[in-house]
Nanobody, 119 residues
Framework: QVQLVESGGGLVQPGGSLTLSCAAS????????MKWYRQAPGKQRELVAA????????QIEDSVKGRFTISRNDAKNTVYLQMASLKPEDTAVYYC????????????WGQGTQVSVSS
């Protein structure tokens, strides 16, 4: 019903910037909020940021606050994660997540995009 496709990952040097995109298709109006998660090798998947589908209210986790920004473009049905001042510890697979308005339904997930921060 909802498909999510991430893009924009890649290799960047410490201190650099990168913007990830998550394009949503299908029943877009069934989405309550969009989230970005990340998972580094040997670590649990962690929430990075979230944006509400209706009022654009955002949540940024403390670990990336001040460096990462989440936004959306409704015309393109796309959510972005703008990352700046990247650190090696930001290296992870980043996943797009969509929470349905019907909370009895499971979340939708993209396939992930790799972000590697190294010199």
């Amino acid at each position: 019903q909802v498909q999510l496709v991430e893009s924009g990952g890649g290799l960047v040097q410490p201190g650099g910037s990168l913007t990830l995109s998550c394009a949503a298709s299908g029943n877009i109006f069934s989405i309550y909020e969009m989230k970005w998660y990340r998972q580094a090798p040997g670590k649990q998947r962690e929430l990075v940021a979230a944006i509400n589908s209706d009022d654009e209210g955002t949540q940024i986790e403390d670990s990336v606050k001040g460096r990462f920004t989440i936004s959306r473009n409704d015309a393109k049905n796309t959510v972005y994660l703008q990352m700046a001042s990247l650190k090696p510890e930001d290296t992870a697979v980043y996943y797009c997540n969509a929470v349905p308005r019907n909370l009895e339904e499971p979340d939708y997930w993209g396939q992930g995009t790799q972000v590697s921060v190294s010199s």
